[in-house]
């Protein structure tokens, strides 16, 4: 499966955005997605991850009530909507899709995910 993230770009602090995570190849039906992001010069993250079936989410702290994932299997597509954005959430965006036997497991940790699609920017300015 190839994945495409979408949606980055520049906004000033306490602005939105929603990252679009497009999946071409085959479905992204029966895998978990996450959402990572790698800030300027630190190590990659997990920000976001749902599992295959839809019905578990997990949130990393710093990110929220601010932060949902979701997503839409009419559209093949995992959604990030981050609100009120900070400058410390400026990083670039990847999604990765993992195949898992337990629809309802969200994976978490990078050796988890088997695709990983390219990188957005944003970029948060205060």
């Known amino acids: 499966v190839q994945l495409q993230a979408s949606g980055g770009g520049s906004v000033q602090a306490g602005g939105s955005l929603r990252l679009s995570c497009a999946a071409s190849?085959?479905?992204?039906?029966?895998?978990?997605v996450g959402w990572f992001r790698q800030p300027p010069e630190k190590e990659r993250e997990i920000v976001a991850s749902?599992?295959?079936?839809?019905?578990?989410?997990n949130i990393r702290d710093s990110v929220k009530g601010r932060f949902t994932i979701s997503r839409d299997s009419a559209k093949n597509t995992v959604y990030l909507q981050m609100n009120s954005l900070k400058p410390e959430d400026t990083a670039l965006y990847y999604c990765?899709?993992?195949?898992?036997?337990?629809?309802?497991?969200?994976?978490?940790?990078?050796?988890?995910?088997?695709?990983w699609g390219q990188g957005t920017l944003v970029t948060v300015s205060s």
């Open positions: 190849g085959r479905t992204l039906t029966g895998l978990a």
């Open positions: 749902i599992s295959a079936s839809g019905g578990r989410t």
């Open positions: 990765a899709a993992s195949a898992v036997l337990d629809r309802d497991h969200v994976a978490t940790k990078n050796w988890e995910y088997d695709y």
